[in-house]
């Protein structure tokens, strides 16, 4: 509907957050650039050494390719250049005053008066007596009164008259130069400066590396990627590397670095962008397009723009309803992948949190066995963590830490999210994600059993399904090459899961059209966003397409036994929402909304 009828983009407040931006990526390259200037006086050279031994068989590769012309060691020379801080200053680049033609001619132009020809002393005399007439400001006419007594002495230099020309003439070149930097430029724009600022200023270990591209020089010669300086990486050196007091400055530059991109990347993506997008509509309206199969399991991309792109936060805010009388509403299927999950490899304790009499909290489940590593002794089984999860003593705090991470661990390791991958996510050590894998791993047992099965078929039959039938082939599955096996055993045990996810968002879309919901209501989709609907509704009719859409969403996949269970929030903008749960009331719906209207009177 969207892409057709168009969606609204709240240009002020999109201003708003792009201004905001601005003064966040300012103020943050500013603090990184003074813990710098007081922490990274001297050149850091075991940091040096270990980033050019890491590279060295990559400058050997590029320098034979390039036929030895280019220069390992002007290599090494960069990186100890990069491997201190020096703050940046503004000085004026100018050629000091000397008394040739093109000198005294630059002087000339800067104050408005014409070139010189000759430096003879007749000829200046000349060009003296030729300028007495001309209107002329009192800086033009104080430089032709120094002129002829400091002439005579052009070829010493050093007479009281030349010296008064030449301080004034540097005056005036000085005055008229441009404005250079001098100093570490840290443009956090460029990989490179990003990559020395970790690892030589900050002298970081190497944990995470660039992807290799398929046929790069590194790919031919087997080389490892260059060190990292995504977010990954950035949140791995957080988690292991800036734990302690003495690395808590680090943890700062970090911190400051990342809340730099992160306003850098909003500004890339969303605010330079989308205003040049609306241009091409009217009234602050743009017409996002849809892939319907646009991934490989077969799950919605977008474009121009992508919608899809927009994480949870304040960018949606920019998304308001194209009439005053409605909101945007989102109805969401509540732990999709999860349920998806479960249903597939049929572990009862999984299973428990969705079906039967006595349903579980999942989270807590896993958060059961994670308590370990968070220092609670011996075992802890569901009962009591339940029963003291919401205690104000130490224990119910770190019950509730337990549950949280629980959570994390759910969410990352069903796909087989990896120990540092856990890291990151919840900034911790690496041997601690280790451990909370472990307990995830004896919360749910049945789970490895089925991964390791879905590979097995994947390599007899050639493809894998989901369940609703479609088909993934997989022609490296068997390949001899580990690396490329192991990258399609995790797509194979990732597609019945996303694509049947996929598949679902399909048969609602399909449901919604055949039954007419969003007309006969006079709402409209503006997007599917993966496990979610958001929509544009009247106010008048929100309770009967909540629940219309819900009843639609509300599957069980062929062969499974545990239903979807969609849950619905709305609010006066894509960003803002304000939750209603899974079968809201008419009252429930007349206070949110209620309280929306306060809300904009204010």
């Not at 049929?346 to 968070?374: E, F, N, Q, R």
């Not at 339940?386 to 224990?395: C, G, K």
């Not at 499974?560 to 749960?581: K, L, N, R, T």
Request: glycine letters at 6%; a positive charge.
């Amino acid at each position: 509907d969207a892409h057709l009828k168009g969606c609204k983009i709240d240009l002020t407040r999109l201003q708003f957050m792009a201004e905001e931006d601005a003064r966040v990526a300012k103020l943050s390259k500013e603090k990184l650039r003074d813990l710098l200037a007081s922490r990274c006086k001297e050149p850091a050279f075991e940091a040096v050494h270990a980033l050019y031994t890491d590279q060295l068989g990559y400058y050997k590769a590029k320098a034979a390719l390039k036929g030895g012309c280019l220069d390992i060691k002007e290599k090494k020379r960069a990186l100890k250049l990069n491997s201190f801080y020096t703050p940046l200053k503004a000085v004026k680049c100018f050629t000091p005053f000397i008394p040739t033609v093109t000198c005294l001619s630059k002087v000339a132009k800067i104050l408005g008066m014409p070139a010189f020809k000759r430096v003879s002393i007749p000829a200046l005399m000349d060009y003296v007596d030729q300028q007495k007439g001309a209107s002329l400001g009192a800086k033009s006419r104080e430089f032709l009164k120094l002129i002829p007594p400091a002439s005579t002495g052009f070829k010493k230099r050093d007479s009281p008259s030349y010296k008064d020309l030449e301080s004034f003439c540097n005056a005036v070149l000085e005055a008229g130069a441009e404005e250079v930097f001098e100093g570490t430029e840290l443009n956090l724009d460029s990989p490179t400066q990003k990559q020395y600022l970790m690892y030589l200023l900050l002298a970081l270990p190497i944990r995470f590396r660039t992807t290799v591209q398929a046929g790069s020089l590194r790919d031919k010669l087997g080389l490892p990627g260059s060190p990292s300086t995504d977010e990954d990486a950035v949140l791995m050196a957080l988690a292991n590397d800036c734990i302690t007091d003495a690395t808590s400055w680090k943890r700062e530059a970090l911190e400051n670095l990342r809340r730099h991109q992160k306003a850098a990347t909003r500004k890339k993506n969303y605010w330079d962008v989308y205003p040049l997008w609306v241009r091409g509509g009217v009234n602050g309206i743009i017409h996002p397009g849809l892939n319907s199969c646009g991934t490989l399991t077969r799950r919605t991309t977008g474009r121009n723009p992508n919608l899809l792109q927009i994480a949870k936060g304040k960018v949606r805010t920019m998304f308001i309803p194209r009439h005053k009388d409605n909101v945007i509403c989102c109805i969401d299927f509540a732990s999709q992948e999860l349920r998806l999950n479960a249903d597939a490899c049929k572990d009862p304790t999984w299973m428990s949190a969705y079906i039967g009499d006595d349903l579980k909290d999942l989270h807590s489940l896993t958060g059961c066995k994670v308590a370990a590593a968070l220092g609670l002794e011996g075992t802890v089984d569901y009962g009591f963590f339940t029963q003291h999860l919401n205690d104000e003593s130490a224990l119910g705090k770190t019950l509730r830490l337990a549950r949280k991470v629980g959570k994390t661990v759910n969410f990352s390791a069903q796909f087989g999210g990896q120990k540092e991958t856990l890291s990151r996510k919840l900034l911790v050590p690496v041997d601690t994600s280790a451990l909370y894998l472990e307990g995830y791993n004896k919360t749910f047992p049945k789970l490895q059993a089925w991964k390791d099965s879905v590979v097995r078929q994947a390599k007899q039959n050639g493809f894998v399904t989901t369940s609703y039938g479609n088909r993934r082939h997989c022609e490296g599955i068997n390949s001899s090459t580990r690396s490329e096996a192991a990258r399609w055993e995790r797509q194979v045990i990732n597609y019945p899961i996303q694509g049947t996810a996929a598949d679902m968002l399909k048969v609602v879309l399909t449901n919604l059209y055949r039954k007419k919901t969003l007309k006969r209501f006079d709402a409209f989709l503006i997007a599917p966003i993966y496990d979610e609907l958001v929509l544009e509704i009247p106010q008048n009719n929100l309770k009967e397409v909540i629940h219309e859409v819900s009843d639609i969403m509300s599957l069980t996949v062929p062969g499974g036994s545990i239903p979807m269970a969609p849950v619905a929030s709305f609010g006066p903008s894509w960003g803002e929402q304000y939750e209603v749960g899974e079968d809201p009331t008419q009252e429930k719906i007349d206070e949110l909304l209620s309280k929306i209207r306060g809300v904009a009177a204010c």
